[in-house]
């Protein structure tokens, strides 16, 4: 069976020890349009007293995951609220605890039984402003003993529609390299 190639970032399903994820979040300022499931650094301070965060690139250490933002109305004088996505300067929610675990897509098929356990990097990619989702997916070609990369790759998802064998293959992760985890750099 293929598996659908649809990139949406990570997405927070549990903790490292077994518990499940709850919503927890905290709240920052978007430093750039960020977008459901993009993994984000801490990049500053605003003059209202929370931490910016930006996009993250390849081989950065992580503040943690988007997981909503502040509605803002949509300015057309309609009481709708339409943002798909969090507009720059938002305040943006944060899954930012150092041992939650992630789903997220790997790029192709390199990541096979044999390489979880291992460390990977992230494949960073403009989100989507019609679906509002992130397009980060795990990059599969990364996978090694390295500890600097920025994903751990912990086990393939357990679901019928998950072919683990096929491109696109779903997998949870941890963040390796965290600015929330002990001994970790700030900004």
Partial sequence: MANSDNPNGFRPVQYLSGAPYTGAHNKYKAGENLFMGDLVELTGADGDGYAVVARSEAGDVHAGV??????????????????????????????????????????????????????????VAAGSTTTGKSNMEVDSDTADTTNTLSLQLVRFVDREDNDRTAANSRLIVKINLHQRANGATGI
């Fill in 66 to 123: 988007v997981v909503g933002w502040d509605a803002v109305p949509s300015g057309n004088g309609s009481a709708s609220l339409e943002n798909l996505y969090c507009a720059s300067g938002g305040v943006v929610y944060i899954a930012d605890q150092p041992d939650l675990l992630f789903e997220a897509q790997q790029d192709n098929t390199n990541i096979v039984d044999a390489t979880i356990g291992l460390n990977a990097e992230v494949v």
